[in-house]
């Protein structure tokens, strides 16, 4: 497979990382976008992002500088942190990933447009009368009025 290819395959699963590079901090932040409202210590962090621990330590103090990230409560020894969504950094972040995968979602559609069926056009509802059953003796009878929803 050549480099283009791969880079476009990378890019088509994780759309942010693709654009923003595939440093520690881009993937770590690009989980944590994914994930906003549950929170984690760092040892989930690392597992969870595939980030090392000891760069999770380096690159917490920034997190938490920008408001990107937030302690939520202490758990024993263990520190739990939450993505900051009140944060205008945040939302600049989710925006971007946002407008990303907006890109990614139309070439996607543009490249498969024939794999998905026109919409069907506007059909107006069915007549009961279709459904009454008329019968030559009794003209009033109907039959399956109540089992057909229209």
Known sequence: MSRK???????????????MGMSSNVRLIDFLMAHPFDSYSIK?????SGVSRTKIYDILPLLLRFGILKKVRDIGSIT??????????????IKLNSSIL?????????????????PMPYMPPIPKELFVYKDQKRSDKRIYEDLITV
Do not use: C, H, W
């Not at 791969?6 to 890019?11: C, G, S």
């Not at 890109?103 to 447009?113: A, H, I, M, R």
């Open 80 to 93: 739990m942190y939450q993505t900051d969504l009140s944060s205008d950094v945040t939302k600049a972040i």
């Open 102 to 118: 907006d890109v990614v979602v139309d070439e996607e559609l543009e490249e498969n447009e024939e794999a998905y069926p026109a």
């Open 44 to 48: 989930e962090l690392s597992e969870f």
């Open 5 to 19: 290819n791969e880079e476009e395959e990378f890019i088509e699963r994780k759309p942010f990382e693709g654009v």
